[in-house]
């Protein structure tokens, strides 16, 4: 249940992110619904899309003056007569020639009627209408495929009055028509496309006649597979040089799309196999060779799905020759043989292609990782389902590989291919650790991985390194949340046994601090992104988080406050001298959850009455010195509005909780009194520190308590308290008076007067 809430999580936040990036949102919530938070990380290294106006795409492509132009174009040419006409006199006579003015627009013969334009500009492309798409492109496509399909049903079907010979003969037959029709129409400049879609689907007819000579008894002429498969890679020679002299993507995505059809339409074994990667073979020759990087996502999609599709159906109705092996065991050396080796082919074909442009890199980039996501998403099941002892080497070994690839491309300056191979070979070593381990000893070894990606992106200036360990230290978190913490297994460290759970806490802090100080400490990376910059806060959220864990699982019950004080004393001291919001923020976070622990959890008669009143001090004390440092903070820095929002609402909580543990903890004859030493406490300390908040603090203690003396105590308590809190109580209120009367604090009327 927790694993599936995560995976939600992650479609929530990949359609919330592409929302932000202008992307299509529903393309990202499908690919996070099968890669999760693979997706969402790849998502996060996708650059945002700027959306123009009209009034900015006219800049870039103002409309184009053609009679403007038209006029240019004359005035070049006159200009080109008058030269010619000056050389040939130097030439006649000898003399110079005295320079003929040249022709301007303005001197133009058709200056009157056409404005002037100096620079020519590019022509903006008009958009096209849908319903034209459809017609024009798409219905070709269309047709093609099921005219195709529906001629390969027919030489497969038998019939008791046509031969095989008379089936093959006629496909070949439709073929050459086609191939006719296709050249011809192909000279139309207007037909030029419905050409090469009918020159496509006469190659993929081709094909699918020469692979029913063999695989389907109503139309095998025969008898030799060798034959046949010789006979199919001239076929698949002939579409690359086809394609090649003709430069068209239509035609080679036509054939290849049919092809895959037919080689999956019969009996699935390892000669279909055999065809299938040899046209992902045709098509990767194709891509290299044109640099058609659409046709690798064409490839990519139809290999792996015509094999999801239809060969995964098919495969266990195949004839199989099982020799050594079981038949199961067969069908699963032919599914993963599929798989592997159209894996291996497209990760070939996309890590040898070498190009400058930064799109097509992208899209290389965008391939490797779709190539890697349908390969391991398709075959792990079934090895995890055939031979469960092998998932950890499966895992682990593409991994390495990718990982391997990743060094590759970075020696090789391929910045995008590095990335992604980089993020995949993480993803896939850290989804290897459980597989092996248990799930204790998984975070443990997650959580030493941790730091040693941070290094890695610092050292070598590597940001990809540098996010990976931030979102790794994202998961480690959430599984602490959901599944480590509440945990009830037992660990031994050097013989003496602990909680898995408190012993993952002090890890998680120890983790999460090594990578603060890293990114404190570590002067190797100059400029820092400020997306980088504000992401590297989650190490402190999170340290503090895994330490207050820690205090409250290894502490008792009553202890826990105290020690959840101490980091706040921490937190609060590194915050100060690092000069770091986000630890001050942490400490804030913090004394909240103290002041709710106080109120809500901790209750009276924990402790003996001396040991309770000194933890109470303690606590209050420490609040205060929090706001003190936050007030020194803001005297020599000017802190942010949002961090001096924080630090009165410190304050005030910390004079609430005052107020309520002197409520509660005090006996009810000497509560009033007992608030009137609280309010002088603050007076005092207000005076001291020439602390404004603090004096208005005093007063609302002392209202409170003068509200209750009226209130409650005139009429409730017996008459030797009365006598004493009343006395001593505007004993109090008179000297603080005094104090105000004599102190140099002067109020803002008075100060404005004096001026």
């Given at each position: 249940m927790t694993f599936t809430l995560f995976w939600i999580s992650c479609m929530v936040l990949s359609a919330l992110l592409a929302s932000a990036k202008k992307e299509t949102v529903w393309v990202w919530v499908v690919i996070s619904l099968f890669i999760g938070p693979l997706g969402l990380l790849i998502l996060f290294f996708v650059p945002a899309k700027v959306k123009r106006s009209e009034k900015q795409i006219l800049q870039i492509n103002p409309p184009r003056d053609l009679k403007a132009e038209l006029t240019a174009i004359k005035v070049q040419v006159d200009n080109l007569y008058i030269k010619l006409g000056e050389l040939?006199?130097?030439?006649?006579?000898?003399?110079?020639?005295?320079?003929?003015?040249?022709?301007?627009?303005?001197?133009?013969?058709?200056?009157?009627?056409?404005?002037?334009?100096?620079?020519?500009?590019?022509?903006?492309?008009?958009?096209?209408?849908?319903?034209?798409?459809?017609?024009?492109?798409?219905?070709?496509?269309?047709?093609?495929?099921?005219?195709?399909?529906?001629?390969?049903?027919?030489?497969?079907?038998?019939?008791?009055?046509?031969?095989?010979?008379?089936?093959?003969?006629?496909?070949?037959?439709?073929?050459?028509?086609?191939?006719?029709?296709?050249?011809?129409?192909?000279?139309?400049?207007?037909?030029?496309?419905?050409?090469?879609?009918?020159?496509?689907?006469?190659?993929?007819l081709v094909y699918f006649t020469t692979f029913a000579m063999y695989h389907f008894d109503a139309s095998r002429v025969l008898n030799s597979q060798g034959i046949d498969l010789l006979l199919l890679a001239l076929v698949s020679a002939g579409m690359i040089a086809h394609s090649l002299k003709y430069r068209s993507q239509e035609l080679s995505g036509v054939a290849l799309f049919i092809g895959y059809i037919t080689a999956v339409i019969g009996d699935v074994n390892c000669f279909t196999l055999t065809v299938c990667a040899m046209l992902a073979l045709t098509a990767l020759i194709l891509m290299y060779k044109m640099q058609w990087i659409k046709l690798i996502f064409i490839g990519i999609i139809l290999t792996f799905g015509s094999h999801l599709l239809w060969v995964l159906k098919h495969i266990y109705f195949s004839r199989v020759d099982t020799g050594y092996f079981g038949v199961q065991e067969v069908y699963f050396f032919i599914n993963t043989g599929f798989l592997f080796l159209y894996w291996l082919l497209f990760t070939a074909g996309i890590h040898c292609i070498r190009c400058k442009d930064d799109s097509v890199k992208n899209s290389l980039a965008s391939a490797n990782f779709l190539n890697s996501v349908l390969f391991f998403f398709m075959a792990y099941p079934k090895i995890a389902f055939s031979y469960p002892g092998y998932k950890f080497t499966f895992v682990c070994v593409l991994g390495i590989a990718y990982l391997a690839l990743s060094f590759w491309e970075d020696w090789k300056k391929n910045k995008k291919l590095y990335i992604s191979n980089t993020i995949i070979a993480v993803f896939l070593l850290t989804l290897a650790v459980p597989l092996k381990f248990i799930t204790y000893h998984t975070t443990v070894i997650w959580l030493i991985e941790l730091p040693f990606l941070l290094l890695t992106g610092l050292i070598f200036d590597r940001k990809v390194f540098r996010y990976l360990s931030m979102g790794l230290s994202a998961l480690i978190f959430l599984k602490f949340l959901t599944h480590d913490y509440s945990s009830s297994g037992t660990a031994i460290i050097f013989g003496y046994r602990t909680g898995w759970n408190v012993l993952l806490s002090c890890a998680g802090f120890t983790a999460m601090s090594w990578g603060y100080y890293l990114y404190h400490s570590v002067r190797t990376v100059t400029v820092l992104e400020k997306i980088e910059i504000s992401l590297r806060n989650i190490f402190s959220v999170f340290a503090a988080v895994y330490c207050a864990s820690w205090l409250v699982l290894l502490a008792e019950p009553e202890w826990a406050t105290f020690l959840l004080s101490l980091e706040i004393i921490l937190f609060m001291a590194l915050g100060y001298l690092f000069r770091d919001a986000c630890l001050r923020f942490c400490a804030f976070a913090l004394s909240m959850a103290v002041s709710f622990r106080s109120i809500f959890v901790d209750k009276p008669g924990y402790?003996?009455?001396?040991?309770?009143?000194?933890?109470?001090?303690?606590?209050?004390?420490?609040?205060?010195?929090?706001?003190?440092?936050?007030?020194?903070?803001?005297?020599?820095?000017?802190?942010?509005?949002?961090?001096?929002?924080?630090?009165?609402?410190?304050?005030?909580?910390?004079?609430?909780?005052?107020?309520?543990?002197?409520?509660?903890?005090?006996?009810?004859?000497?509560?009033?009194?007992?608030?009137?030493?609280?309010?002088?406490?603050?007076?005092?300390?207000?005076?001291?520190?020439?602390?404004?908040?603090?004096?208005?603090?005093?007063?609302?203690?002392f209202t409170v308590t003068a509200a209750r003396v009226f209130f409650i105590d005139l009429s409730g308590l017996p008459i030797i308290y009365k006598f004493v809190s009343f006395i001593l109580l505007g004993i109090v209120f008179l000297g603080v008076s005094f104090v105000y009367n004599k102190s140099s604090i002067k109020s803002e009327h008075d100060t404005i007067t004096q001026k």
């Open positions: 040939e006199k130097l030439i006649d006579t000898g003399a110079p020639v005295k320079p003929v003015p040249r022709v301007t627009p303005e001197s133009s013969f058709f200056s009157p009627l056409i404005p002037e334009q100096k620079t020519p500009v590019p022509l903006s492309v008009p958009k096209t209408d849908i319903e034209f798409k459809l017609g024009r492109y798409w219905l070709n496509h269309i047709g093609i495929v099921v005219f195709t399909l529906g001629m390969g049903f027919l030489i497969t079907y038998t019939f008791r009055s046509l031969e095989a010979w008379a089936k093959i003969g006629f496909g070949y037959a439709v073929s050459v028509f086609l191939f006719s029709l296709g050249a011809k129409l192909e000279r139309r400049e207007k037909l030029i496309r419905f050409g090469r879609v009918l020159l496509g689907g006469a190659w993929a402790f003996y009455p001396v040991t309770q009143w000194f933890l109470i001090g303690w606590i209050i004390t420490v609040l205060y010195a929090a706001y003190f440092v936050l007030r020194s903070v803001d005297i020599s820095t000017r802190l942010r509005p949002a961090e001096r929002t924080i630090k009165n609402i410190l304050f005030y909580s910390t004079t609430c909780l005052f107020v309520y543990v002197v409520h509660e903890y005090t006996r009810t004859t000497w509560i009033s009194l007992t608030l009137g030493a609280a309010g002088l406490c603050l007076f005092t300390a207000g005076f001291l520190s020439k602390d404004k908040f603090f004096r208005i603090g005093g007063f609302v203690v």
